[in-house]
């Protein structure tokens, strides 16, 4: 196995575009086809664990035909500037763990973007995310220039809004039946971390990262 093609993105061309950051712990990586193998196996041996947090999968959600909707979708979204989807990348076994996206980006007034994320049950309670987060937030306030990013959680989350508060976002609202959630309308508790907060968090500050 290369590690330095695992972890580079392939040759940009007119029609993908390619990003990745680097943490200690892990990359993050615009999604590409030759992800799918590793796709497929993280979302397969994680399916009971996600979907009651996610919209209800389609019936061929673990073939390469969503895998390959999917990628379409993304690769159309980064092209026209409305997403900026990344997917997380463990640095000591190169295994493909989750996956952090900046969705739905607004820009005129607004400026903002919702962040949506998903990890391996297998990485939890470990700080990839938080590292996978801190990396994504310093994209999205820096190059893509955004003022504002957005999250929401059911209030049974407790680990979703653990990440989002160590990551600084406020809590700001609570929106009645506001996503489709495993079949179901769902309430969720809205956060908010505007740049200028985003700033007073940056890491050594107030981020609580054990020892
Ligand atoms: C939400 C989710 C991403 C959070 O994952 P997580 O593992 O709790 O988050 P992190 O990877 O940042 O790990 C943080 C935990 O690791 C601990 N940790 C250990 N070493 C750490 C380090 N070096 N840096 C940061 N945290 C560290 C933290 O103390 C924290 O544990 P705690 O919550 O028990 O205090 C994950 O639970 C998930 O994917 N859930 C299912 C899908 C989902 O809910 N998606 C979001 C829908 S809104």
Sequence with gaps: MNIANLLRPAAPSARSISLSLSGERVVIRTPERRD????????TRNRSYLQPYEPK???????????????????????????????????????LIGAINLNNIVRGAAQYASMGYWLDEQSQGQGYMTEAAMLALGHAFGPLKLHRINAGCVP????????????????????????QINGEWQDHILFGLSIETWKTTLPGSTLNIPA
Excluded: V
């Design 36 to 43: 799918m193998d590793q796709w497929i196996a993280a979302r």
């Design 57 to 95: 999968w389609p019936d061929d959600a673990l073939t390469s035909a969503a895998f390959n909707r999917r990628l379409g979708r993304q690769q159309r979204d980064i092209r026209t500037g409305h997403a900026c989807p990344f997917l997380i990348i463990r640095l000591d076994n190169l295994q």
């Design 156 to 179: 049974h989350n407790g680990r979703s809004k653990s990440l989002l508060t160590r990551l600084g976002f406020e809590e700001e609202g609570y929106a009645k039946r506001y996503l």
